[in-house]
C-alpha cells in the first residue's frame, strides 16, 4: 500500500507531455500575437522622440533669438542627412554675410560648438550643437527657419532678403521612421507644435 501512494504522489508533482506541449503552443500563440504591437509601439515611441527633439530645438532657438536679440536659423539635413542645427545669422536679415551659407553654417569644424570666442563684436555666438534624429528616422520636408527678436518665425519664400514672415499655417517640418511621419509645424507669430 505504501508504493501506490508514492506513485500518486509523483504522478500529482509533475506535468505530462501533453500538458507541456499545450503549455507551449498557447504561449507561442500569445508571443505572436503581442510581438508585433510591441514592435509597433516602439517605433512610434522612436518617431515621437525625433519629433520632439526637433520641436525643442525650435523652440530653443525662438527663445535664443529674442534673448539675444539675434537672428537664429534652424537649418535641417545639416551638415548631413537626419542632422540639423540652431545657427546665429551672421549680418543681418536683410543683408546675411556670405559665410552665412549652409555648407559653411552646418560645419561644426569650421563654427564649433561650444564658441570659443564670446566677444559680442564678433559673430556667431549662438550656435548650438549638431543635433541628430536617430538612427532610421530622416526628413522628408523641411525647410530653414529663422526667427526674429520679436519672436515672429520667417522662411525663404525665394524673393530674396530679409525673409518674409511665414504665412497661413505655417511651415511644415517632417520627419520619418519606416513608413510613418510625424510633423511639426511654425507659423508667423513663432508658435512651434507637433501635429
Known amino acids: 500500500m505504501p508504493v501506490e501512494k508514492d506513485n500518486d504522489v509523483r504522478r500529482q508533482c509533475g506535468f505530462t507531455i501533453t500538458e507541456l506541449l499545450a503549455s507551449i503552443g498557447l504561449f507561442s500563440i500569445i508571443a505572436a500575437i503581442g510581438v508585433p504591437m510591441v514592435l509597433g509601439s516602439m517605433d512610434g515611441m522612436k518617431l515621437g522622440a525625433a519629433a520632439r527633439v526637433v520641436h525643442g530645438e525650435l523652440q530653443t532657438a525662438r527663445l535664443k533669438a529674442v534673448s539675444a536679440n539675434r537672428p537664429i536659423r534652424v537649418r535641417f539635413n545639416c551638415p548631413a542627412a537626419g542632422q540639423f542645427r540652431m545657427v546665429e ?10 559665410r552665412d551659407a549652409a555648407a559653411n553654417r552646418c560645419s561644426p569644424t569650421t563654427y564649433p560648438y561650444p564658441v570659443t570666442n564670446m566677444n559680442a563684436l564678433t559673430r556667431p555666438n549662438h ?27 520667417h522662411a525663404d519664400a525665394g524673393g530674396g532678403n530679409p525673409w518674409p514672415p511665414i504665412a497661413g499655417t505655417g511651415v511644415t517640418i517632417t520627419v520619418r521612421y519606416k513608413s510613418t511621419d510625424k510633423s511639426i509645424t511654425v507659423n508667423g507669430v513663432g508658435k512651434v507644435q507637433i501635429q
Open 89 to 98: 545669422l551672421i549680418g543681418t536679415p536683410a543683408a546675411p554675410d556670405a
Open 127 to 153: 550656435d548650438g550643437p549638431v543635433r541628430l534624429l536617430g538612427t532610421g528616422v530622416s526628413f522628408v520636408a523641411s525647410q530653414t527657419v529663422e526667427f526674429w527678436p520679436d519672436g515672429t518665425a
